[in-house]
């Protein structure tokens, strides 16, 4: 009787180890997440880029490329603009000149955002339109100071080649008229991606 029970204890705790290990291995098929090699999706070395261009802010004329869609009661009052809120379809160049090389376009929005300083918040993706990158985006989410001298956005992802994107855009005014209210803006942009 003895032995029969000693067989039957052998045999639960092997049971017990299989079961474990079954319950064990579903569980990790159930998970929501796994880790993977960038090989994986067939990623390779990564690349630090630096992309120069000129950004053209126009809200005046008949073909504005930045046009007010929302705007808060006190705006118009605000010394800053806080609550107004514009969509962008900016052209990029390679030259300050409206007329050089089209490169991409800045599409999305900013907002006033500040009610002490002329700060704007900045959604938008650079999306290019030549060369290498062609069909390629950068997505920019950040704060512009807009007098600052240089202003630093952060790179928070992309599209394309610059798929995992991680990286910043330094802004710099090149030309702002004061009548008008259109500007062009210097971009550096410095990017990490595969």
Do not use: C, W
Request: glycine letters at 8%; hydrophobic letters at 45%; a positive charge.
């Amino acid at each position: 009787m003895a032995k029969i029970l000693q067989n039957l204890a052998s045999s639960f705790l092997i049971l017990s180890i299989v079961l474990s290990f079954l319950i064990i291995a579903n569980a990790k098929s159930q998970r929501f997440t796994k880790y993977l090699s960038p090989a994986t999706l067939g990623l390779k070395k990564e690349k630090l880029s630096h992309l120069h261009f000129y950004f053209h802010d126009i809200v005046s004329g008949k073909n504005p490329t930045a046009v007010r869609i929302a705007r808060a009661d006190m705006t118009n009052t605000s010394s800053t603009g806080f609550g107004m809120v514009a969509m962008i379809d900016d052209p990029l160049t390679m030259t300050p000149e409206l007329s050089s090389k089209l490169v991409g376009r800045a599409q999305g929005f900013y907002a006033s955002a500040s009610q002490n300083d002329v700060g704007l918040l900045m959604t938008m993706n650079f999306v290019f339109m030549e060369g290498k990158f062609n069909g390629s985006t950068l997505s920019v989410l950040g704060r512009n100071s807009v007098f600052s001298t240089v202003r630093e956005m952060p790179i928070v992802g992309g599209s394309g080649l610059f798929r995992f994107a991680r990286g910043y855009a330094q802004a710099s005014t090149h030309m702002f008229d004061r009548t008008t209210g259109d500007a062009v803006v210097e971009y550096n942009v410095y990017v990490f991606h595969y």
